[in-house]
């Protein structure tokens, strides 16, 4: 069994930067040192060696025009012998695409945290 090369995308620190932030706001800075661990030590790891852990995000039923456009975009994206994949551990969605023998990490975001940027969207 041969082992994944693995990336993190621009997105996902950005997505790492983001949480620690959040759970620093939460006076829960720990946590955050507690997923890298996690994320080094266990979840990466085994993604090398079991890249199909995830679910097939782009099967997943959508109840929603918006979400349905997206996958629709997304299912033309990865070329042959692609999937976009989705891990729940813990407190985290992480979502990664595996191409081949490499594997991306694309996202990852707390299941607390807000989708949704309303401050920008009120503002006055």
Do not use: C
Not at 21 to 36: H, N, R
Not at 90 to 101: F, M, V
């Amino acid at each position: 069994m041969s082992r994944r090369h693995i990336q993190v995308t621009r997105n996902f620190r950005r997505n790492l930067d983001e949480i620690e932030t959040f759970l620093a706001e939460a006076d829960a800075a720990w946590a955050f040192e507690a997923l890298l661990d996690d994320l080094f030590t266990d979840i990466i790891p085994r993604l090398e060696v079991l890249p199909e852990l995830g679910k097939d995000f782009l099967q997943r039923r959508t109840s929603s025009h918006e979400a349905t456009t997206l996958v629709a975009t997304l299912q033309q994206r990865p070329g042959d012998n692609a999937s976009v994949r989705e891990l729940i551990r813990g407190d985290y969605l992480i979502l990664y695409a595996r191409q081949g023998n490499n594997l991306y990490l694309l996202a990852i975001k707390h299941h607390r945290q807000l989708s949704f940027d309303f401050p920008e969207r009120w503002e006055d």
